[in-house]
């Protein structure tokens, strides 16, 4: 495949040294099978997805075939109320890795968990508990809501630096007590070797915390592993996962740049050339390190990503997998096309589902923007847009039946959340800017990168009528996480009123952007 010239996805920039590999002494980096005396340990931590009123999910890793083991109670100090779950058997088929289901909690409520591992040979033999908690989301529309969003972590080069406190930006979101996080995809970079140093473009050093996995592009299952062990090797992340649930959705990195289904690789860094080889490794340990359900009991569903997680009256979010069900990248002129960015039983779905929806706000979780060009190469795209500012072509046909159907079907308090271009920026969607008018106005926002190369703004697409109310990039290519602070997103419902505020943020607390949203009037 045809490479596009340096950008955000492909660059490294700054000479990298061979300096000896740092490590973390919180976590050992040791196989499993290297350190079985005494009793089994999650010390890799412990986090909680897809939280609903009354369900969750809890994860963990052991270092050993353990049978996992999860207590509840409404008590930090479990002295009253304590429940246990019994999981499933964790062992090397999963990676030692394991999700207990939770079911029958109470709404709106803090939920302190605790997760043991016991020796399947001797029951009694069980590991120090690791803790966390979660809170429920509410059954009550007063009840407002938080949320935080951000994609792109460990890419670039920029790994976990022990000089700055790893990814400290992870503490100050824990710090705002959200309900969960929405991690908008690249939440890891198989494709992304970190080395032990690079240099920025001030001349400084950027020290690297490494492994064997991640020294090299991810082709085997267990080096796409690695990658999310990699992750798990920072204090703040740890720290973050068990205090606040994660909304997983993947995008190209946890896989390869710009991949698509059916491709043959021509990187001579790789020995496996087909992609769905890759892919279904890649889905493997994604759902072996992220707590994510199958979103139905139809086998046809298991292993799907696309599905929506509801967050009480006042929230669904819509998770769309923009990766696994599109056509190949092309220049995106076509007047017929069917399968799109989505695919069509993906469409199909979300238009279903969107119409079922009874909450008042219903975001459209994307792993890539829908107005922002981004190139593949010299002629061919990687998102929706294509660069022609007339009627829709190419996938931008199955966005402009999808933007339709929510008109027509009066489906309000839409809005779309993204990630991906490595900056921050708000666009609303109006129809009488647009080509394609047969749409209601909207709202899109991007955010991030969470721990990676920051990158400059890219250009519109005039197709929807995008108008820029604000972005925050800077004007070279790859600036570490020291040289262009980490972006996020953060989204606050009002109980109350029903109102709803965007504000995208940047690493050290500042606000960059604000904007209020009214029920009903979404784009207004």
């Keep these: 495949m045809t490479q596009p010239s340096p950008d955000r996805r492909s660059l490294v920039r700054g000479s990298l ?33 897809e939280v609903t009123a009354h369900s969750a999910l809890v994860w963990t890793r052991s270092d050993r075939p353990a049978r996992m083991l999860v207590e509840t109670s409404p008590s930090e100090t479990f002295r009253f109320g304590t429940r246990r779950w019994y999981g499933p058997l964790l062992g ?13 909690l109470p709404p ?72 969960f996080f929405l991690f908008s995809g690249d939440t890891v970079y198989a494709d992304g070797p970190i080395q032990p140093t690079a240099v920025q473009r001030d001349g400084r050093v950027w020290r690297n915390l490494t492994t064997p996995e991640k020294s090299k592009v991810a082709e085997t299952l267990d080096e796409f592993r690695g990658n999310f062990r990699y ?15 994660v909304i997983a959705q993947w995008d190209d990195h946890e896989v390869r740049n710009n991949w698509y289904p059916g491709q043959l690789l021509d990187d001579p860094r790789y020995t ?18 992220f707590p994510v359900a199958a979103p139905a009991p139809s086998p046809r569903a298991q292993g799907r990503m696309y599905r929506v997680v509801r967050h009480g009256p006042l929230l669904d979010v819509f998770v769309l997998d923009m990766r696994t069900h599109r056509n190949p990248n092309s220049p995106g002129r076509q007047d ?13 779905w979300l238009k279903r589902e969107l119409s079922r929806s009874r909450a008042v706000w219903k975001v459209i979780a994307a792993d890539m923007p829908l107005g922002i060009v981004v190139p593949d190469g010299a002629a061919n795209f990687e998102a929706v847009a294509q660069g022609d500012p007339g009627a829709p072509l190419g996938r931008e046909l199955q966005i402009a039946e999808l933007l339709r159907h929510i008109k027509h079907e009066r489906i309000t308090g839409t809005l779309w959340l993204t990630a991906d271009v490595h900056y921050s920026a708000a666009q609303r969607y109006a129809p009488e800017r647009a080509a394609f008018g047969d749409f ?44 262009a602070p980490p972006h996020y997103g953060e989204v606050v419902i009002d109980g109350d009123c029903g109102e709803l505020t965007v504000r995208l943020r940047q690493e050290g607390g500042a606000v960059l952007f604000s904007q209020v949203l009214t029920p009903g009037r979404v784009g207004q």
């Design 17 to 49: 040294a061979a300096t000896a590999a740092l490590t973390l002494p919180a976590v050992p980096l040791a196989a499993p099978a290297l350190a079985l005396s005494g009793r089994p340990s999650a010390r890799w931590g412990v986090q909680s997805g």
């Design 92 to 104: 090397p088929a999963t990676d030692h890795t394991g999700v207990t289901a939770l079911h029958g």
């Design 108 to 179: 709106g409520t803090r939920i302190h968990y605790r997760v043991l591992l016991a020796d399947p040979a001797d029951p009694r033999r069980t590991s120090e508990p690791v803790a966390g908690s979660f809170r429920t989301a509410p059954a009550l529309r007063r009840t407002g809501v938080r949320f935080l969003w951000s994609g792109d972590l460990a890419g670039q080069g920029w790994g976990i630096n022990p000089d700055r406190g790893g990814h400290r930006v992870f503490d100050e979101m824990r710090a705002l007590d959200p309900d």
């Design 231 to 245: 992750n798990l090797l920072d204090e703040p992340y740890r720290r973050f996962q068990a205090q606040v649930p």
């Design 272 to 289: 496996v050339k087909d992609v769905d080889v890759l892919a279904a490794r890649a889905r493997q340990a994604f759902g072996e390190y």
């Design 336 to 348: 017929n096309d069917p399968v799109g960015i989505l695919g069509a039983g993906q469409l199909a």
């Design 440 to 483: 209601a106005p909207f709202w899109e926002f991007v955010s991030g990168p969470i721990g990676a190369g920051a990158f400059p703004a890219g250009r519109l697409d005039r197709t929807f009528g995008p108008e820029q109310a604000y972005v925050h990039a800077p004007a070279v290519p790859n600036l570490s996480p020291d040289e």
